[in-house]
């Protein structure tokens, strides 16, 4: 009977498909598969024999049902390892890929932890993908600090890609000059040249000249958060600019910043103001600004992991998300 046959081909593809699963995704199950392959033998074979009754006819028609079994397994295996050989050899060839991808963008956006005689930073990037699209770097010459933080639109390969030619451009142009206006224009065209047309950076750039003498500047970037240490409060030092990549002639302004001793400075990337919680309200500023105010006196790291904790508290990670305190001594 065509049912008979139908029943053979559903069993033993069951049974095909739980071999291959066990054995690919937990291996310490595969008992269980065998005791399902048995089971559906026995039930078919005792189900199909009580329906045709006994007698040799009965015993042939079994036998060939077993022997249809058995082949239509064997060729079930057979097309899957022959899938798995392609598809497989594709799919290492990708996560290689990617796990160099991953090695490059944790080269390229390390932990940060410095501490000389003028300031003190502690700073770290996490990725909602693979390879992230934000960056951090603290660059220090003829005792002058230079700290960026930058956020590449979207995620992924393609942002890590252009981060990364962020970061060497920056590098790069303070061989030449610590000119913060100088390096923002030039910056702005290279990105304008190299990006894909959707794609921009939003980036905040802050250079301490002296113990106290600084400057600042940030391009489409959520505010720094600027903690006195004299009047225990938080202030936000506000975007004023477009953008990397939006206009190519576009100039960039450069403000200054007085501070004192135990002063503390927050960048950070909109991955963190922009979580929501279950009823869509995002984190926002104010409550980072309320962790910083309460918590100024504590260590960098400490800092660090109450705002963190309290972000992952608030909602899930959707986007990159980074952050960088800095205390000037």
């Known amino acids: 009977m065509w ?56 015993v042939m028609r079994v036998n060939l049902q077993w022997l249809g079994f058995i082949l239509t397994i064997v060729l ?29 963008h944790t080269h390229l956006v390390p932990e940060i932890s410095l501490a000389s005689s003028q300031i003190e930073v502690y700073g770290k990037s996490v990725s909602s993908n693979e390879v992230g699209g934000d960056l951090i770097d603290v660059i220090e010459k003829d005792g002058k600090f230079a700290l960026f933080i930058a956020d590449v639109s979207g995620h992924g390969v393609k942002a890590g890609v252009l981060m990364s030619m962020v970061k060497s451009s920056i590098r790069m142009k303070l061989l030449d000059s610590d000119d913060l206006g100088s390096l923002l224009k030039d910056l702005n065209q290279i990105v304008c040249q190299m990006k894909t047309p ?15 003498k600084s400057q600042f500047s940030l391009a489409g970037h959520p505010p720094i958060l600027h903690y006195s240490s004299r009047t225990k409060t938080v202030n936000e030092l506000p975007n004023q600019h477009l953008p990397l990549g939006v206009l190519p002639d576009y100039s960039f302004s450069v403000e200054t910043l007085n501070l004192s001793s135990g002063d503390l400075l927050v960048f950070l990337t909109d991955g963190l103001t922009e979580v929501e919680n279950k009823s869509r309200e995002q984190f926002g500023l104010e409550r980072i600004s309320e962790i910083v105010r309460r918590r100024a006196e504590q260590s960098l790291p400490e800092i660090y992991s109450s705002i963190m904790s309290a972000v992952q508290a608030f909602g899930q990670q959707q986007d990159d998300q980074t952050l960088i305190l800095a205390r000037i001594r």
Request: glycine share 10%; proline share 2%.
């Open 3 to 58: 049912y008979e046959s139908l029943a053979w081909m559903a069993g033993s593809g069951i049974i095909a498909v739980s071999y291959a699963y066990t054995s690919i995704r937990n291996p310490k199950f595969i008992p269980a598969a065998v005791f399902l392959n048995l089971l559906i033998i026995y039930i078919l074979n005792t189900f199909f024999t009580s329906l045709g009754g006994s007698g040799t006819g009965v």
């Open 76 to 104: 079930g295996y057979i097309f899957f390892v022959s899938f798995i050989r392609g598809e497989g050899a594709k799919s290492i060839r990708l996560q290689t890929e990617i796990s160099l991808a991953q090695e490059l």
């Open 198 to 212: 959707e794609m921009f950076v939003t980036l905040a750039c802050f250079q301490l000249d002296g113990r106290h």
